[in-house]
């Protein structure tokens, strides 16, 4: 296994709340839809502030800090998102003391204009899953200094999109990112396969590097793409693959050998061994994305109380306490909390978007409805959507809901054959006829 590198996992990992970044100057801001930690978006419900986590780690005191920030400058909701970062809703009119308080804590970026560009996803159990080839979080950190102190770099679109994976039995290997890097062994040696607009679970690589050029590499496919794209192609998706290959100086290795292992779909609830001994991992998920600055605060004495002081936030809309020595009734505390802890409570496998009760572009309060349909016990994997944004969802879920009107919804179960949400089953469903339809058909038909 490749050593780590002194200096860069404190910074990725931070294990107190003090700053850890200068205050940045507001003044170099760039337009954006997107929600920073910055920039305040606003919606049906007030102002979002998205906070980027490095590696989607958070230290304890963080945590309360942003507990803290959204109790007294917002209406108290915090959303955990599918690219493990947070977000905090119905800021009003004091988002200026909001942004100084997170500042404060060290959860802003060095400079403003780095802040939209730090979009690197690793697995929730980087440096401590015991199926990893290498512990990828030095790595990410060299790649996140890069993209965030890097002036060339702030021109990437906010949803521009990184993800590195080491090869951990924990990761989610559906999401579509503009560079992903996936670690695998060949003849002993141990290499980063990649593809473009893509993702590990879905996608053949295109080709490999040793892992030691990993950061070169993103370097060099990121320069490529700023050299070709015309400022109308934001994305890797709008540009020819072999274009940006043709653009890469580094040596390319063929990609022999390559087959990442399926992730333990499960891994993201309950208490697992880590790589390092007599030390587990514990994991739960935030019903539908969302919880309160209690249930932070919670989590965050857990982390304190059991852990090491930390806590990482997966994309799967939930949270893990790492370096747990002893976590017996560690789960039993967070479901007390709110948190879901069991792939059997029905809630834990609805994901939805922030619907008409906060988003003016949704049809339907697709919240509570899924609260509905969790009721209805199912037993799929769904996602409600309010609008075809499809925003809770970075991919096309087993079974898509799509908003028509208040309590309805167009039916869609996911084909690999079929673009977007997939094969249309039924238009204009309420609820309760979607549970009924869902509980008739066997469940190996939308199996993957």
Not at 231 to 239: D, F, G
Request: with cysteine.
């Amino acid at each position: 296994m490749p050593p780590d590198k002194a200096g860069i996992i404190p910074r990725l990992y931070p294990s107190t709340g003090s700053p850890v970044n200068p205050t940045p100057a507001l003044n170099t801001l760039r337009p954006s839809a997107c929600p920073g930690l910055l920039r305040i978006v606003q919606a049906l419900d007030g102002g979002i502030c998205r906070i980027k986590l490095a590696g989607g780690s958070i230290s304890a005191a963080q945590a309360n800090a942003v507990a803290d920030a959204a109790q007294a400058y917002a209406g108290g909701v915090i959303e955990a998102t599918n690219r493990a970062n947070l977000q905090i809703r119905g800021i009003g009119a004091e988002q200026d003391a909001l942004i100084a308080m997170l500042l404060a804590a060290g959860l802003g970026p060095n400079n403003a204009a780095g802040d939209d560009v730090r979009n690197l996803m690793l697995s929730p159990s980087a440096g401590i899953d015991p199926q990893m080839l290498f512990d990828t979080r030095p790595l990410a950190g060299q790649i996140l200094a890069t993209l965030e102190n890097h002036p060339r770099f702030h021109a990437l679109s906010a949803k521009f999109a990184v993800q590195l994976d080491g090869g951990e039995a924990l990761a989610m290997l559906e999401h579509h990112h503009d560079l992903w890097l996936s670690a695998f062994v060949r003849n002993g040696q141990t290499l980063l396969a990649f593809g473009l607009a893509g993702c590990p679970g879905l996608d053949a690589p295109l080709a490999a590097v040793r892992w030691e050029q990993g950061h070169a590499l993103v370097v060099a496919v990121l320069d490529a793409f700023l050299e070709l794209a015309t400022p109308e192609q934001t994305r890797m998706r709008h540009l020819p693959v072999d274009n940006v290959l043709g653009r890469l100086s580094l040596p390319l290795l063929p990609i022999e050998g390559f087959k990442r292992p399926p992730s333990g779909a499960l891994l993201h609830l309950g208490t697992y061994p880590q790589e390092q001994k007599n030390q587990f991992y514990v994991a739960a998920v935030a019903p539908l994305g969302r919880l309160d600055s209690l249930m932070l605060k919670g989590a965050a004495q857990l982390a304190s109380d059991y852990g090491d002081g930390t806590l990482r936030f997966t994309p799967w809309q939930g949270v893990l306490l790492p370096n747990v020595e002893k976590p017996h009734g560690v789960t039993e505390r967070l479901a007390q909390l709110g948190f879901l802890c069991s792939i059997d409570q029905p809630l834990a496998r609805m994901t939805a978007c922030t619907g008409s009760s906060g988003c003016a572009k949704a049809l339907a309060d697709t919240k509570a409805d899924a609260v509905q349909l969790a009721a209805l016990h199912t037993g799929f994997d769904v996602h409600l959507s309010g609008c075809p944004r499809s925003c809770a969802a970075a991919h096309t879920a087993p079974v898509t809901l799509l908003a028509v009107s208040p309590g309805h919804y167009d039916l869609y179960f996911r084909e690999a054959a079929q673009p977007g949400f997939g094969r249309l089953h039924a238009r204009n469903l309420s609820i309760e006829a979607a549970g009924a339809l869902l509980r008739a058909r066997p469940r190996s038909n939308t199996d993957d």
